[in-house]
């Protein structure tokens, strides 16, 4: 149930890659050789390329990875929402130019923003719900008719755009007692669960509360404290120690019994 995030800083680079043509995919790509056994996903997030004109390269990566792991989920983390006309374009981006299995896309903007991504057969959205940031309850705690607004966004998801297409949602694993109720409110739907690692997630409770009937059901990112495990030669190396430690902390979550 892990999943590598993949949120290259050109500034956070190890030194070997200074000055070398298309390093972020470079350093992107030994992550993933370093780890792909372990993982049930990879997470490239866009801004991380776009921001310094890298988008050739994260075509490249996603080619590489679903060419190289196919059974691997890539997920582009995009978080879109717009109007529908300009969200089938956002969707002919994630699933098209950059061959993503499942993207991220926001609900602010209602059904009709998210349809044009469900109209794509064999792909998937993931809903952000109840993020991980500290900021999100700023509207995401917010009352709506008697309930938080992401429990709204949770039903709404579960019980309506789930019929129209491939569906999971964005909880943080930063509110485990949150993450719980959306479990409770939308069955064995799928979750991406960001927040744990260098946000200060804790495994074994993201575990307790986020399990499907199956004792699955869930992609929990780690991103930053993967990737930025050493800034030296072995930072692959480095990488997949804490991608092993954190996969087997997940496991043992799930086989001692702290998970119903």
């Given at each position: ?181 959306v479990r409770a409110l939308v069955g064995d739907m799928p979750l991406l669960i960001p927040g744990v690692g260098a946000q200060g997630g804790d495994v074994a409770a993201t575990v307790a ?52």
């Amino acid at each position: 149930m892990l999943c590598v995030g993949l949120d290259p800083d050109p500034s956070r680079l190890p030194s070997r890659f200074d000055g070398v043509p298309d390093a972020t995919e470079r350093f992107c790509r030994e992550i993933v050789d370093a780890t792909a056994d372990v993982v049930c996903a990879f997470k490239p997030q866009i801004a991380y390329f776009a921001s310094h004109g890298a988008e050739a390269q994260l075509e490249r990566l996603c080619r590489y990875i679903r060419e190289t792991y196919p059974d691997v989920l890539l997920i582009l983390d995009a978080k879109r929402g717009d109007i529908g006309p300009t969200a089938e374009h956002y969707a002919r981006e994630a699933f098209g130019r950059y061959g993503a299995h499942v993207v991220t896309v926001s609900p602010y903007l209602g059904g009709d923003s998210v349809e044009p991504f469900l109209r794509h057969e064999g792909h998937g959205v993931f809903v952000l719900c109840r993020t991980s940031n500290p900021g999100s309850g700023d509207f995401q705690s917010l009352r709506v008719d008697g309930e938080p607004l992401y429990q709204r966004v949770a039903r709404t998801v579960a019980g309506d755009w789930s019929k129209r297409g491939e569906c999971g949602l964005v909880v943080g694993a930063t509110y485990p007692e949150e993450l719980r109720t959306v479990r409770a409110l939308v069955g064995d739907m799928p979750l991406l669960i960001p927040g744990v690692g260098a946000q200060g997630g804790d495994v074994a409770a993201t575990v307790a509360a986020g399990v499907d009937s199956a004792g699955l059901g869930m992609v929990i990112n780690s991103s930053r404290a993967v990737l930025y495990a050493s800034s030296g030669a072995d930072f692959a190396d480095a990488a997949r120690t804490v991608a092993l430690a954190t996969r087997n902390e997940i496991a043992a979550g799930a086989a001692n019994g702290s998970v119903g």
